[in-house]
């Protein structure tokens, strides 16, 4: 599990920060950077479920993982919406001089489906431990 790394949570409570943060010396900075930290929370929390679930599967690529989505979570309108924030982050973090970087709004509202997919896993992890407390995730 993302243990010895930052955890979803965490990621995402970053990249809220930044959002929030009014310096100057940021202005042009902050959405791309809340961009790769919640795409990053997202992989995060992912490979925290398949550790869980699917051992092996946090190998394969984003789109293999974006597609198993659905059935490991239960919850087919959390994976729709988990993927089309992947691939809205994965837009942002790539910096093209004829593209407009995120608003806070957009971020906000991915954020919110990152940390949605983080409560979840978690609840997953839970629900497994209560299950076999011996596992180890």
């Known amino acids: 599990m993302a243990t010895a790394e930052a ?3 965490s990621l995402v409570s970053a990249a809220r920060d930044l959002i ?6 940021t ?12 795409r990053q929370a997202i992989e995060a929390a992912m490979e ?16 293999c993982q974006l597609l198993c989505l659905s059935h490991f ?13 992947w691939h809205g982050l994965t837009r942002s973090c790539h910096i093209r001089i004829y593209e407009l970087a995120p608003t806070a709004e957009e971020l906000e ?7 949605s997919l983080a409560d979840r896993v978690a609840a997953i992890g839970a629900r497994k431990m209560a299950h076999d407390p011996l596992s180890s995730p």
């Open 27 to 38: 202005a042009s900075l902050w959405p791309r950077a809340a961009a790769l930290l919640a």
């Open 109 to 115: 509202g991915w954020l919110e489906t990152v940390w």
């Open 48 to 63: 925290d479920l398949w550790l869980l679930s699917a051992p092996g599967l946090e190998d394969t690529s984003a789109k």
């Open 7 to 9: 955890d979803a949570h």
């Open 73 to 85: 979570l239960g919850d087919p309108d959390l994976a729709g919406r988990v993927h089309a924030t």
């Open 20 to 25: 929030h943060i009014d310096d100057p010396q």
